[in-house]
């Protein structure tokens, strides 16, 4: 199975950009130019539930969360088996734990994907 | 507040059967599409337990087990075992919200 990792400032300032790296290893099925597999980020606010925010193939064909579609922007970097997140113009409410995650799709399509695996998480605070 | 809803607590002593329910819409789950089941056990990432509605990845329990029927979901524990005190999470497709929805999460404490 993959592993995942993120990275990135654990503090961001308000009306800022944050920016998170996840890097993908391991053996089989850990390359991010695998076919089938999408490449996503779920967050978590302290103490609350699970937000989807996004996925993206090794295309770099990225859907996004529409809550969040207008500040939210995914990338991908096949030669270094990484993907990115950025978030433009955060506030407090974008403080959360952040996960990596890879995606599965049960019948080939959109609706049907769910999150196969996971990184441990980074927390990113917004401070003022 | 969120389009799946769940209990936010169940109980239960060791041994015991407990299960956790997912009720969602007709833009979700009563519009056929399927539900997955997470476990994030205390200070870790959720880990996925139950795909397609019923199907376990590899190294999950048979103690756990899901359905699906109408609107609504369950997530079975039998054989209750303190390793399971986690919080259980649903998720599926809302076509309304055109997005991937969570339940709350259910906090399952072992007696």
């Known amino acids: 199975q993959p592993q995942l990792q993120e990275s990135g400032p654990g503090l961001v300032k308000s009306s800022e950009t944050l920016s998170l790296t996840c890097t993908v290893s391991?053996?089989?099925?850990?390359?991010?130019?695998?076919?089938?597999?999408?490449w996503g980020w779920v967050r978590q606010p302290p103490g609350k539930g699970l937000e989807s925010i996004g996925s993206?193939?090794?295309?770099?064909?990225?859907d996004y969360s529409p809550s969040l579609k207008s500040r939210v922007s995914l990338s991908v970097d096949t030669s270094k088996n990484q993907f990115s997140l950025r978030l433009t113009s955060v506030t407090a409410a974008d403080t959360a734990v952040y996960y990596c995650?890879?995606?599965?799709?049960?019948?080939?399509?959109?609706?049907?994907?769910?999150?196969?695996?996971w990184g441990q998480g980074i927390l990113v605070s917004v401070s003022s | 507040q969120s389009v799946l809803t769940q209990p936010p607590s169940v109980s239960g002593a060791p041994g015991q059967r407990v299960t956790i329910s997912c009720t969602g819409s007709g833009s979700n789950i009563g519009a056929g599409y399927d539900v997955h089941w997470y476990q994030q056990l205390p200070g870790t990432a959720p880990k996925l337990l139950i795909f397609g509605n019923n199907n376990r990845p590899s190294g999950v329990p048979d103690r756990f087990s899901g359905s699906k029927s109408d609107t609504s979901a369950s997530l079975a524990i039998t054989g209750l075992q303190a390793e399971d005190e986690a919080d259980y999470y649903c998720q599926s497709y809302d076509r309304s919200l055109r997005d991937y929805v969570f339940g709350i999460g259910t906090k399952v404490t072992v007696l």
């Open positions: 391991g053996a089989s099925g850990a390359s991010i130019s695998g076919s089938g597999y999408f």
């Open positions: 995650v890879r995606l599965v799709s049960l019948y080939s399509d959109f609706e049907s994907r769910y999150f196969q695996y």
């Open positions: 993206v193939s090794y295309t770099g064909r990225a």
